[in-house]
């Protein structure tokens, strides 16, 4: 019994979609630098600081749904891909628009970040989130039935949302210990 409900989780993650995934990933990096050198929009800042705002009024929860919202929109066959491009290439653009704020480079800021734990954690989620997208369209597109694709669909946006909470908490968690050592 445990392992047939555990093959959507194993489908989800199979030796198949991991190349998808990974691909995901690098698409999901490249699109966040490019958007690095975006020219700084005040515009963007100042929702940038409204979400930081929310962020820690609302605590982890507020950064759960906030990356949750973002992160349901990637399975959305066709749709989802445009808006991962989009959310991640905004990133980068805000990245850009708090780096010139501060007086940093935006690239280096962007660095900086991607190596902070809750980022990997983030971007992975998004990247499961993208690869599943990739693999319904996979099956649409070739006409194939995607009723066999419905576990492992469930099984990624559980895993998907399971990630980005675990990504919020550590989140909440790293930048409560980077601002006491700014302190």
């Not at 690095?36 to 507020?62: C, S």
């Amino acid at each position: 019994m445990a392992a047939s409900t555990l093959s959507p989780f194993k489908e989800a993650l199979s030796k198949e979609r991991r190349p998808l995934i990974l691909l995901s990933f690098v698409v999901l990096m490249g699109s966040m630098f490019a958007g690095t050198f975006t020219p700084a929009d005040p515009r963007l800042l100042e929702e940038l600081n409204r979400l930081v705002q929310e962020a820690q009024e609302g605590g982890y929860a507020a950064v759960f749904v906030n990356n949750a919202i973002i992160a349901l929109t990637f399975f959305v066959p066709l749709l989802g891909l445009g808006s991962g491009f989009s959310a991640s290439f905004t990133t980068g653009a805000a990245m850009s628009a708090l780096a010139q704020e501060a007086g940093m480079n935006a690239q280096i800021l962007f660095l900086t970040t991607m190596i902070m734990p809750h980022a990997v954690i983030e971007f992975g989620a998004y990247s499961l989130a993208l690869a599943e997208n990739l693999v319904i369209m996979q099956k649409v597109l070739s006409r194939k039935s995607i009723r066999a694709e419905i576990g492992p669909l469930v099984s990624t946006v559980l895993l998907t949302l399971g990630l980005l909470i675990l990504a919020a908490i550590v989140e909440i968690i790293t930048t409560q210990i980077l601002a006491g050592l700014v302190i």
